[in-house]
Nanobody
Framework: QVQLVESGGGLVHAGESLTLTCAAS????????VDWYRQTPGKERELVAS??????TRFADSVKGRFAISRENAGMVFLQMNRLRPEDTAMYYC???????????????WGQGTQVTVSS
């Protein structure tokens, strides 16, 4: 059992920075990868950044060089967003896939989302 809660969204001006937090609870040791997605009404969901169990990261081309993803205390994942642009405006979701070898149980969980709005 894994639960995710996002926080840190808000309204900022273009060029400013914002950091989102994904707080995981439950069986956090079972998490394999934590992803940040974003979605705008009428557009397809986009994978923004990922961090896996070994600490490897990857980013969408649209945010590469501006965003960073990091992990702290196993249950906290951060998305640092720098030099924000109006096109970064979206609902941001964290998601995690997990594997519990004891139960056994596998799956993917999602947070409720946090809104980021970047004004020009």
């Amino acid at each position: 059992q894994v639960q995710l809660v996002e926080s840190g969204g808000g309204l900022v001006h273009a060029g400013e920075s914002l950091t989102l937090t994904c707080a995981a609870s439950g069986s956090i040791s079972t998490i394999n990868t934590v992803d940040w997605y974003r979605q705008t009404p009428g557009k397809e969901r986009e994978l923004v950044a990922s961090i896996n169990r070994g600490g490897s990261t990857r980013f969408a081309d649209s945010v590469k060089g501006r965003f960073a993803i990091s992990r702290e205390n196993a249950g906290m994942v951060f998305l640092q967003m720098n030099r924000l642009r109006p096109e970064d405006t979206a609902m941001y979701y964290c998601s995690a896939d997990y594997t519990n070898v004891v139960i056994p149980e596998v799956g993917r969980v999602w947070g409720q989302g946090t809104q980021v709005t970047v004004s020009s």
